[in-house]
């Protein structure tokens, strides 16, 4: 596609303004013990799976998952529907865990885990298995059958991937809410999946405080006509109310369950999750995965990205609730028969230190977090990270959110001491799995750049009239081919799919974020596509404005809105959290000169509000829609059922511009 319309094409363009030259490759030593260990071999890899990319995810499905029945077709294309694998038979509990066991590597670790509190257990792959089997078959005994759905709501114990565990064992679909979530968002997933049994603890610690997850529960429960019993899991020891007849105890129900229960040969397409994750408007939409595709999907690209290798200990710090949860604590390190460490509780428990003390402690040598919580740490002061021993890392990773450069640097050299790479993986909820990042022993880093894709994954970006954006042009970014860890679609709701993901941009996937290429092939993410700021005809990504407030010393966070402006169309605000919550007299002005220096006059902000913190979803991301509305002067009516924390919403409506 190319347009003729110049007009149009410069108009649709959005401004690349950031200019981001570091690059870091990885060390000799590195790329030489590494999976993938130089360009050319990312390259022959590449180039060999978009040649043909089903047959090569055929070869990798063969290869890399157990098949009770091998499938005759490796993909059925639809559009937008996808089918991968057809006719086989698999299960993922199976290729979690049986297949380990099976293979000798009982013995090994699944997961060293760590209570809030201090408490330690430590589960090898046999008894992850014996524990699966025992509440697949209580769940089986309540009357629990392949296809009808699960809602799980937990704090991060050894049980809550146990129970996600044991759904995909019998074919129960699950549907695991972030455990802080209230009640209303419990009752309205609920109900939209039409769930049968949820699943709960009688709390879960938090910041050194119970969270009371079954009276929570218990309201949400006066709501959800279709859930018909509740277990309960005892975690705190808090006193909770149970209803006869609809609330049972975990331990009663397994108390005498067999350590034997066979995994059901599940059809390649048969639902393994819903997952809800919030729109940017109207209802939380419940993204539907699948079996042997999206298991496949997580396995290798976990293998690819961190360079799994046997003698790793891997942490990934999100909670189960979240896709990065399923996929890089779940499905994807326990197909790949990885070590990890699971941790409960919050970062600043009982101390600021607390990640860096679990590190040193258990030998962590793979770290994967978030943005929100590396600008936090930055925030906390550097002494926290000095007081530990942090060689065991080799290896740093990000996701969730564009990572500022500033705060990529801090990663590299606080945490990362300047030898380990970063893979800064980007993805959503809805493609399963990391479809690009920085292959480590490989591809060289570039602060704030997701790098290149994953085999089998051809990204394209085109301009608002679909046309193929230039080098380092922004524009949409799509997916043109179908890949096994897609989505299968929205639960229920087969339109807002189609409309939603293939409805603007012809024959292709739209991810809803923006992006460009630069001359040397890398992927830069720009943010949402509804995010994008107009200012005299110049469409300016929130990212790069952001960065820029980030790169000055006294910055720990920023977000960049547009805002009405009759002459320019759109005005910048931004919303700036200090380091240090204490802004000079001349700090507005400081900042507009700095980003007039970092960027240009065209980025320079029309409007600086200090806060004390900045409104995010639960999972950690800035809420710029939400911003927008503040930097407009209108109340929000938007949906804020996803926000962390209501009080820092009502901290900057009040909040003075003075
Ligand atoms: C954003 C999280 C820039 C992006 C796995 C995407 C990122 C949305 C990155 C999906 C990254 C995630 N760089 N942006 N490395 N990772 N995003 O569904 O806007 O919670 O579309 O999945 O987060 O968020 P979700």
Redesign the pocket.
Known sequence: MSSSNSETKSAGQIANVMNETRVFPPSGEFSAKAVIGSMQAYQTLYAESIADPVAFWERQAHEHLHWFEPFHTGLEWNEPFAKWFVGGKTNVSYNCLDAHVVAGRGDRVAFHWEGEPGDKRTITYAELLADVSKFASALKKLGIQKGDRVSIYMPMVPELPVAMLACARIGAIHSVIFGGFSAEAIADRNDDAQAKLIITADGGWRRGKVLPLKQTVDEALQKSPSIQHCIVLKRTENDVTMKPGRDLWWHELVADAPTHFPAEPLDSEDSLFILY?SGSTGRPKGIRHTTAGYNLYAKRTFQWVFDYREEDIFWCTADCG???GHSYIVYGPLAAGATQVLYEGAPNAPAEDRFWDIIERYRVTILYTAPTAIRTFIKWGDHHVEKHDLSSLRLLG??????NPEAWMWYYEKIGGGRCPIV???????TGGIMMSPLPGAIPCKPGS?TMPMPGIIPRIVHADLSDVGTNEGGMLCIEKPWPGMLRGIWGNDDRYRDGYYGKVPHMYL???NARRDEDGYYW?M??IDDVINVSGHRLST?EIESALVSHPSVAEAAAVGRPDELKGQGIAVFVTLKNHNPSDNMRDELKKHVRKEIGALAVPDEVRFTTALPKTR?G?IMRRLLRDIAAGKESGQDTSTLEDFSVLARLRSDEES
Not at 398 to 403: F, K, L, R, Y
Not at 424 to 430: G, H, K, L
């Open positions: 994750t979240w896709i990065t990000s996701v969730g959110e564009g990572i800064d993986t980007w993805w959503q909820t809805e997701c991810t809803g974020d993410i943010g949402r990212i999972s991301k």
